[in-house]
C-alpha cells in the first residue's frame, strides 16, 4: 500500500531530542526533496489524520516531497511547558527535527505565525533552506506605524482576557471555526473535529502564553536577510500585508488565491488545488537554487570596563595573570552556549551566535563571572545580515554590534531593539536605555539593556 493512499494509517509518531526536550514529529512520502510544513501556532499531529480536508493536504503536501511535520515544543505530542518557547528556540527545535531525519538542505512550508519562525530560520541558516513558502505570513505580532495589518494593543489586550477565561469551551472554539474557516462554520462534523483538535493541542495555560508570545514578536527587521527564494501565498483580503512581505525579502514573489476566505487552503476545492499547484511549481524551482554565503547572526561583543585604570593598578604581571584567567572562562561561557570565537584583541572578544537568547545567555553569564573576578562587563549584541569570509563575519551588522558595546555602561548588557523583539517569550526583562545615534550607523537605534538580575 502507498503511504499516501487516502486509507493509510498515520505515520508514526518519532521524537528528536533538543537537549533535554523532546519534539514530536512524522515523516510522510519519500519525494526529492525535503518539505518543513511549519503548521500554524497550534497543532497535533494525529487528529490532522481523523479528518479528510487537513489529511488531503499532508497528503497532498507528500505528492511534492518528504514531509516533516511537527508538534511544536510545548504543544501536541511534544514536551508540555507552560512556557511554549521564543522562536529562536523553536527554530532549534526544527533543524533538531531536520538533524535526527538526516535532512540537510529542506523547503520550508509555514503558515501565519509560523511564518516568522520560517524566516528566521531561512535568515539564519540559508545553506539549509533551499526556499520559503508562506500563507499569510505574520511579521509583527502588535500593530505599527510600518506594519499597520496586526492586532493593537487593545485589540490584544481583549483577546488574551478572553481566552484566559475561555480557552477549551467548545463556544469559543466554534467562534474560531466561523472567524477561521468560514465555509464550513454550519458543519457540526468539523467543528466537532476542530474543538478535539485544539484541546489536543494546547492546555489553557499553554495558548495564554503562546498568544502573549505571538503579540510581542516581531521579525520586521529580519526580512532583508531573507535570501532564499520565496513565494507567499494570500488572499484578496491580505494583499496589502503580502505586498509588504515580498518587498522587504529579496527574491519575493507572490501569488494571490482569490476564493481563500479563512485561513486554511484546504477547505476550498479550487483553493486547495491551486496552492499545492503553486507549491508544486516553486518546489521544482528551488530544487537546485544558488547558495549564498551571506547569513543572519547574533554577535557580541564584550570588553573589560575601565581596563587600562585597573591595570595601572595591578602591575603588568597580576594584570596578564587576571587576563588569562578572564580569557579562560569567557571561552568556556562561549562553548557551554555554542558561541563561535571570531576574535579577541587585548581584554575584548567578538563572539557570533545563530540566535540571539543563547548570546544574552552567555553575556549574563560572563557579567557575573567577572564580577567574581572584580571586573566589570561591557556587552554590546545585535543581530543582521553578515557575509562570511573563510572564518570571519563581515557587515553593517558586526559594526552596529561594536557601537552598541562602545555605548554600554559597566556591567551592562546592552541590546538592538531587534534583539529583544527576538527573545519575547523567554523571560527576560529588559531596561529601556531610548533611542541612540551610533556612529557610521545611518538614522538612530533603540537600545534596551538586560535587567541586572538575568543570569
Known amino acids: 500500500m502507498s503511504n499516501l493512499d487516502a486509507e493509510m494509517r498515520p505515520p508514526d509518531v518519532q521524537y528528536a531530542r533538543n537537549g533535554e526536550v523532546a519534539i514530536a514529529y512524522q515523516v510522510v512520502g519519500e519525494g526529492p526533496i525535503d518539505i518543513v510544513f511549519a503548521r500554524g501556532f497550534a497543532g497535533e499531529l494525529l487528529s490532522m489524520w481523523e479528518h479528510p480536508l487537513p489529511k488531503r493536504h499532508v497528503t497532498g503536501l507528500a505528492e ?100 484566559r477565561s475561555r480557552w477549551g469551551q467548545r463556544e469559543l472554539f466554534a467562534e474560531l471555526v466561523a472567524e477561521w474557516a468560514p465555509e464550513v462554520a454550519d458543519d457540526e462534523q468539523f467543528v466537532d473535529w476542530f474543538v478535539t483538535h485544539m484541546r489536543r493541542s494546547m492546555s489553557p495555560g499553554a495558548a495564554l502564553s503562546f498568544f502573549r508570545t505571538m503579540r510581542a514578536s516581531d521579525v520586521s527587521d529580519i526580512l532583508p536577510a531573507v535570501r532564499v527564494p520565496t513565494v507567499i501565498l494570500h488572499g484578496p483580503a491580505t494583499r496589502d500585508a503580502a505586498m509588504y512581505v515580498t518587498e522587504h525579502v529579496r527574491h519575493g514573489t507572490r501569488l494571490e488565491l482569490p476564493r481563500l476566505r479563512g485561513t486554511y487552503t ?34 557580541l561583543f564584550t570588553d573589560i570596563a575601565d581596563s587600562t585604570a585597573r591595570a595601572a593598578t595591578l602591575g603588568d604581571r597580576a594584570w596578564r595573570e587576571l587576563l588569562e584567567r578572564h580569557h579562560a572562562g569567557v571561552r568556556r561561557r562561549i562553548a557551554e552556549f555554542r558561541g563561535e570565537e571570531l576574535d579577541t584583541a587585548g581584554d575584548g572578544f567578538l563572539v557570533a551566535f545563530d540566535g540571539p537568547g543563547r548570546a544574552i545567555e552567555c553575556a549574563s553569564a560572563i557579567r557575573v563571572d567577572l564580577a567574581a573576578l572584580d571586573l566589570s562587563l561591557r556587552a554590546g549584541i545585535h543581530i543582521g545580515e553578515c557575509e562570511r569570509i573563510e572564518k570571519k563575519l563581515a557587515g553593517i551588522a558586526v559594526h552596529t554590534g561594536a557601537r552598541i558595546v562602545a555605548t554600554a555602561r559597566p556591567g551592562e548588557v546592552l541590546v538592538s531593539s531587534t534583539v529583544k523583539d527576538l527573545v519575547a517569550g523567554s523571560g527576560v526583562e529588559f531596561d529601556d536605555r531610548g533611542q541612540h545615534e551610533l556612529k557610521g550607523v545611518p538614522g538612530s537605534m533603540h537600545l534596551f539593556s538586560v535587567a541586572a538580575g538575568h543570569a
Open 266 to 299: 484546504w477547505i476550498d476545492d479550487e483553493t486547495h488545488y491551486a496552492s499545492l499547484a503553486a507549491i508544486g511549481r516553486f518546489v521544482e524551482e528551488v530544487s537546485s537554487s544558488r547558495r549564498t554565503d551571506r547569513v543572519l547572526a547574533t554577535v
Open 64 to 163: 511534492l516531497g518528504r514531509v516533516l511535520m511537527v508538534d511544536k515544543r510545548g504543544t501536541g505530542l511534544s514536551d508540555r511547558f507552560r512556557e511554549v518557547g521564543t522562536l529562536e528556540t523553536r527554530m532549534d527545535d526544527l533543524r533538531a527535527v531536520m538533524d535526527a531525519v538526516g535532512s540537510r538542505r529542506a523547503v520550508f512550508f509555514a503558515a501565519h505565525e509560523s511564518a516568522r519562525l520560517a524566516i528566521l530560520f531561512a535568515a539564519t541558516y540559508p545553506e539549509r533552506t533551499a526556499g520559503l513558502a508562506m500563507l499569510e505570513p505574520w511579521i509583527s505580532g502588535t500593530r505599527t506605524e510600518t506594519y499597520p495589518w496586526a492586532p493593537t494593543e487593545e485589540e490584544w489586550s481583549a483577546r488574551l482576557t478572553d481566552l
